[in-house]
């Protein structure tokens, strides 16, 4: 069972990245995904999440940027990123659980995916 991030990279301030989660070894159908980073020093925080049934969530730090999407019959989900500011950067993490659950109860991450927004 593994979730692998992947896409990020370093961007200026304005520009755009989409990240990509894909799933093995599990049905990714069945599971609400989340999207997660963390900046240096900082805790890690929520920022996009699907159900199993295609309700996206988000906080209002990232609503308008952020867009979470999945692809069940490939087995991605995708964070699309837009406007992104320096505050951005971090390690991007996806993994799944509840979307109302807490972070404790989200299993399966991957390695994460560096984003660095430069100003």
């Known amino acids: 069972v593994q979730l692998q991030a992947s896409g990020g990279g370093l961007v200026q301030a304005g520009g755009s990245l989409k990240l990509s989660c894909a799933a093995s070894?599990?049905?990714?159908?069945?599971?609400?995904i989340g999207w997660f980073r963390q900046a240096p020093g900082k805790e890690r925080e929520g920022i996009s999440c699907?159900?199993?049934?295609?309700?996206?969530y988000a906080p209002q730090s990232v609503k308008g940027r952020f867009t979470i999407s999945r692809d069940d019959a490939n087995n991605i989900v995708y964070l699309q990123m837009k406007n992104l500011a320096p505050e951005d950067t971090a390690v991007y993490y996806c993994?799944?659980?509840?979307?109302?659950?807490?972070?404790?109860?989200?299993?399966?991450w991957g390695q994460g995916t560096l984003v660095t927004v430069s100003s």
């Open positions: 993994a799944r659980g509840e979307c109302h659950g807490p972070l404790s109860d989200f299993d399966s």
């Open positions: 070894g599990f049905t990714l159908e069945y599971y609400d």
């Open positions: 699907v159900s199993r049934d295609g309700t996206t």
